[in-house]
């Protein structure tokens, strides 16, 4: 069993940054992709980016990539998101994810969930 606690949303102007940190509980943290995930109000959950186990392969959605840059620190159980060059349309309630395998990384289909961090970008 995994619990992972985001933290690090808040509010912020059009070309700002923010920094997300997934803090996940238990001693397996190094055998779990991490994902991180958004989802806006009325629309469906979409894929960011994904980091591999030891952190050697990463995967960017092409709506934020050169933008947003993922890494682990599995000495402290934790994955962040560094996000840059905000735009309005980044504007979601933020969700990191665990999963076992690399395979279908971009599918909302992952074993353990947090609970979100709300990002909003004004304009």
């Known amino acids: 069993q995994v619990q992972l606690v985001e933290s690090g949303g808040g509010l912020v102007q059009v070309g700002g940054s923010l920094r997300l940190s997934c803090a996940a509980s238990g001693r397996t943290f190094s055998t779990y992709v991490m994902g991180w995930f958004r989802q806006a109000p009325g629309k469906e959950r979409e894929f960011v980016v994904a980091i591999s186990q030891i952190g050697g392969s990463t995967y960017y959605a092409n709506s934020v990539k050169g933008r947003f840059t993922i890494s682990r620190d599995n000495a402290k159980n934790t994955v962040y998101l560094q996000m840059n060059s905000l735009k309005p349309e980044d504007t979601a309630v933020y969700y990191c994810?665990?999963?076992?395998?690399?395979?279908?990384?971009?599918?909302?289909?992952?074993?353990?969930w947090g609970q979100g961090t709300q990002v909003t970008v004004s304009s």
């Open positions: 994810a665990a999963k076992m395998s690399w395979d279908r990384v971009v599918v909302p289909e992952y074993d353990y």
